[in-house]
């Protein structure tokens, strides 16, 4: 996370921090659970001035790890995903399912081709492999699948746990889209006097290969001024 968030500061004091026309991104590898939905929630505040002088959130680059450990309560854009689970006509996810649903995500961490084991890939990050347990449950498998597939999201060869991964991601994407005013091609005005406007962009991706850590999703936005 950038400096604007050391030594544990609020979204209070994050909205309070920046001084006028500054510019700020934030960057975290691996911001573990439920830390990624605290993080674009704390930069919420820093958002709702953009388009007026002040400071601006030009970016941000955040790599998700450790789904397991997300919470209903504090999920980015569960509003969003909770939209997107009721328009394909599949199951109404609610908190019950949702802990199914992260629950399940930790079948990405086994080994391809794997009995379960100890619940971790090989390669690194194994501090950032949440084991699967027998608490997973089953069942339910075919509706995740086909919300995945309508959503058009990339799962690779872990299956059920790499689209439960993509989900709980896929909500904070339209989070960021939606909330933080990151929405794909946005032109706004710069609000600083000088004419400029800003085009943005988001976008969900695999920024190395699962052979380098199965923790591979990156949230990536950005505001360029023109």
């Given at each position: 996370l950038p400096a604007l968030f050391a030594g544990g500061a609020g979204a209070a004091d994050a909205a309070a921090a920046p001084t006028p026309d500054e510019e700020v991104v934030a960057v975290a590898k691996h911001l573990c659970g439920a830390g990624t939905d605290l993080a674009l929630r704390a930069l919420a505040p820093l958002c709702r001035v953009v388009g007026t002088a002040g400071v601006r959130v030009a970016g941000l680059a955040l790599a998700t790890c450790c789904h397991g450990l997300c919470t209903?309560?504090?999920?980015?854009?569960?509003?969003?995903?909770?939209?997107?689970f009721g328009e394909t006509g599949g199951t109404a996810l609610g908190r019950r399912e949702f802990g199914l649903l992260r629950k399940w995500s930790a079948g990405a961490c086994l080994p391809v081709g794997g009995d379960g084991g100890d619940g971790v890939a090989a390669g690194g990050d194994?501090?950032?492999?949440v084991a699967a347990s027998s608490e997973n449950g089953g069942g339910g498998g075919s509706g995740i699948t086909a919300i995945a597939a309508a959503l058009g999201l990339r799962c690779g060869p872990r299956g059920l746990g790499r689209m439960c991964q993509r989900?709980?991601?896929?909500?904070?994407?339209?989070?960021?889209?939606?909330?933080?005013?990151?929405?794909?091609?946005?032109?706004?005005g710069g609000g600083r006097g000088d004419g400029s406007k800003t085009?943005?962009?988001?976008?969900?991706?695999?920024?190395?290969s699962e052979d380098v850590t199965v923790q591979n999703a990156l949230l990536i936005a950005c505001k360029k001024r023109q």
């Open positions: 209903w309560d504090e999920l980015a854009g569960r509003d969003h995903l909770v939209a997107a194994r501090d950032h492999n989900l709980i991601d896929y909500g904070r994407l339209q989070y960021v889209e939606k909330t933080l005013g990151f929405g794909p091609n946005k032109e706004e085009r943005s962009s988001v976008e969900l991706l695999h920024y190395v």
